[in-house]
């Protein structure tokens, strides 16, 4: 009896949590948490803030959220750095720039960049790889770039696609009104699904196997169904369905590199950064150039985008390695996710933020497009990840019982009479099912953290000090970078985007710099002199493969200190012995 007591208070305290669940050492996680969080549905704009708020105040010593603005209907655009504030200053580390749900409909875009947050903050105690990274770089993270209509998604009714504008009213059609004829929820079940009518001369049917998905029927077959678009009907009666609707425009054509107007690139507003949501990052980054690496999370199609977004926008070979090595790994880490150049493989973009980042900040940036249609049976179909529709209906119906679904049902409608309304849930299609979030986030994370732990680098690696002839000393430094980005891109240095990093020598008795040169080797076979300032050594970049040597002749007794100084690669001392 005492046995069976003490089991059943045991199971009553672990089902309301009174007792911590670590018991079980499981790898990858951070364990007994400062703030625990659930990663199996999607917070929305309040549960976002509060879940930053509460990491902020759990772990001051690594993180602060500030606002950065506010969007077009006043909520704050909340920012959390997350670095190690007790081990230099943060503008002076390398950073990293990540955020989500630009397009507000791409809902775990935002989960995935705060679950990023969440995962720094709470694996900074426990995991090595996180601290190190956490005590010399510092990430910069938004969640929710598009917070208005993100929350429209999530509480009103929407489709999987909708809304991916914002909520600023624009005039679609042209007829002097403003969003006067939006999707509408005829039957009012929270989802805007399609419309159909039964029709003798419709080009539809019902698929053979799954009779409640419509497909197109063949030219030989008689269809029966006419589909009438999505859930809604004519408010402004001139004749056309949910033709005007929030928003408009796309945030993602709005930024200030190849922006080009509505009639060459829809989704464009009125000039670039026009949206203040764009202009509030935009500002930022501007104020924070010791950003050299940035990440987007959009959804979907199991995408590693890299830029250009348009054919005429070229990269330099050297900055297309770097992206490519990064890119390339990142098809290792997500299963099904292909690597991809943005108007090569997948459409042309123009004023996009991926280019934004690269061509105007000097950044190596990519757009994740969060979860693959590969993921509802991880198999190959005609030599491709992509899943068919039948891949969709059959995991709707194998793993989710038939519940993203909505049955088709009749409903009245003011203009066509008795129709029938039914389709996929909001929530399904470009998101991943509740059971299968929680691995998209982490391995989208795993591969920002990656992409992260890239950033440049500088180090003085040795001060060598040698005895010249006449009272002179020869000082020779070695300048590395331990990671695969340049301490500035071939575009920062031929837009001047970014100042060359600086080599400079300091300390000794009576020190004066006579000369100084950089070289190729530890030669010197190819020297360059630097003439004017030669105390402060101008470098064009550093990178992993192509270290830089510098030698200064001067008067004068050591020791003596070489000081790297990067903009984006950070600060680095030695003292000669």
Known sequence: ????????????????????????????????????????????????????????????????????????????????????????????????????????????????????????????????????????????????????????????????????????????????????????????????????????????????????????????????????????????????????????????????????????????????????????????????????????????????LSGPGAEENTYSRSDRQVYDAIGEKGEQMLPGYTYMITWEDLYTVHGGELDWWYANVGAISYTNELWTSFNYFRTENDGSWTGSREDQARFNELLLFGEAFVDWHEVEHPDYGTVEVGGYKKSYGRQPPSFLIQEELHRNMAFTVFHAAQLPRIRVADVRVRQLEHGLTEVTATIVNDNLIPTRLSVAERNSLVRPDLVSLSGGNGLKVLTAMRGGDMFFRQPREQEHDPQNMRVDSVSLSSPVYVRWIVRGSGPFTVTADSIKGGLSTLTSE
């Open 1 to 304: 009896m005492k046995y069976l007591i003490t089991t059943l208070i045991i199971g009553l305290l672990l089902s309301t949590g009174a007792v911590a669940d670590d018991g079980y050492p499981l790898v990858g996680r951070p364990v007994d948490p400062k703030v625990p969080a659930a990663w199996d549905f999607y917070r929305d704009y309040d549960a976002q803030t509060k879940l930053l708020k509460d990491l902020a105040a759990a772990h001051p010593d690594i993180c602060r959220l500030d606002s950065i603005g506010k969007s077009w209907e006043g909520r704050e655009m909340w920012v959390m750095t997350v670095t190690n504030f007790s081990k230099g200053d943060e503008l002076r580390k390398p950073a990293f720039w990540l955020d989500g749900a630009i397009h507000a409909n791409e809902v775990q875009s935002s989960d995935a960049a705060l679950y990023t947050c969440w995962y720094l903050v709470e694996g900074y105690g426990q995991m090595d790889y996180i601290r190190d990274l956490v005590d010399r770089q510092v990430f910069y993270i938004l969640p929710m770039m598009s917070p208005d209509s993100r929350e429209v998604h999530l509480h009103e009714a929407a489709t999987t696609n909708d809304p991916r504008t914002g909520q600023r009213p624009v005039d679609n059609d042209r007829d002097g009104l403003f969003d006067e004829d939006d999707d509408d929820d005829i039957d009012g079940d929270g989802h805007i699904v399609s419309m159909r009518i039964k029709d003798p001369n419709g080009r539809y049917k019902e698929h053979d196997e799954y009779p409640w998905m419509m497909v197109r029927a063949e030219a030989d077959e008689v269809g029966g169904w006419t589909m009438l678009g999505g859930e809604g009907i004519d408010n402004d009666g001139d004749g056309m369905v949910n033709e005007d609707g929030a928003g408009g425009y796309d945030p993602n054509r709005d930024w200030g590199y190849d922006w080009q107007p509505g009639h060459v690139q829809w989704g464009a507003y009125r000039y670039p950064f026009s949206l203040q949501e764009n202009r509030a990052v935009s500002e930022f980054a501007l104020a924070h150039p010791n950003i050299g690496g940035a990440q987007s999370f959009h959804n979907a199609g199991g995408m590693i």
